[in-house]
């Protein structure tokens, strides 16, 4: 599959707990083998637990890279800096998200609870606002996101987020659906370099 030579790096939001479907935990080891053999690096907020502990596991077996970002009231159940490429730990919450952001040139949500939702939604509104200009995937797992989705498409729709906006998010059934949508992105400072008129 052709690539976006501007995605080197993979923020993957998720919860900390398996959920009760076993698909979850095992389209997360399968997103942690294609972040491996396609040789892009993981960053994620540096949890053992849950989705996070298996994507993680799961690039790193596999021969990949990964960035962990863990704040220090979280340490405990952070995973072991031994067990990833790096794992650096962040005074709080806010910081951590931050850094997510900064470190990734992309992002994927799979599953997960309240965490994993304000991250979606800081990612997003942060685009909104140009603070960054990177693409967003749902990774719609046996329909998980589909509820969030009409919730998107509504504020559309009643005209409290511009149609545009949605270029930054996408809702992918797959992961081959997902990396084909961040290999046809078109980062807007693309467009502002005159050399791409040449």
């Not at 997360?28 to 849950?50: F, N, P, S």
């Not at 690039?59 to 990949?64: L, Q």
């Not at 799979?110 to 995937?137: C, M, N, R, V």
């Amino acid at each position: 599959m052709e690539k976006n030579e501007r995605i080197r790096s993979v923020s993957v939001f998720m919860g900390a707990e398996f959920g009760n479907e076993t698909i979850f935990s095992k389209k997360a080891a399968e997103l942690g083998q294609y972040l491996a053999a396609h040789h892009y690096r993981l960053v994620y907020g540096g949890g053992k637990d849950g989705l996070m502990g298996i994507v993680a596991s799961t690039v790193m077996t596999n021969g990949g890279e990964v960035l962990g970002i863990t704040p220090t009231n979280l340490a405990e159940a952070s995973i072991k800096a031994n067990q990833v490429t790096e794992l650096v730990q962040v005074p709080d919450m806010n910081t951590r998200k931050q850094l997510l952001i900064d470190e990734s040139d992309a992002f994927i949500a799979l599953p997960g609870g309240f965490g994993t939702l304000e991250e979606i939604s800081q990612t997003i509104s942060w685009a909104k606002i140009d603070l960054h200009e990177k693409p967003l995937a749902l990774f719609d797992i046996d329909g998980f996101y589909d509820t969030l989705w009409d919730w998107l498409e509504e504020a559309v729709e009643k005209a409290f987020v511009p149609a545009t906006d949605m270029k930054y998010v996408y809702r992918g059934r797959s992961i081959a659906d997902i990396f084909k949508y961040f290999a046809s992105f078109k980062f807007p400072s693309e467009f502002q370099n005159p050399e791409n008129f040449v």
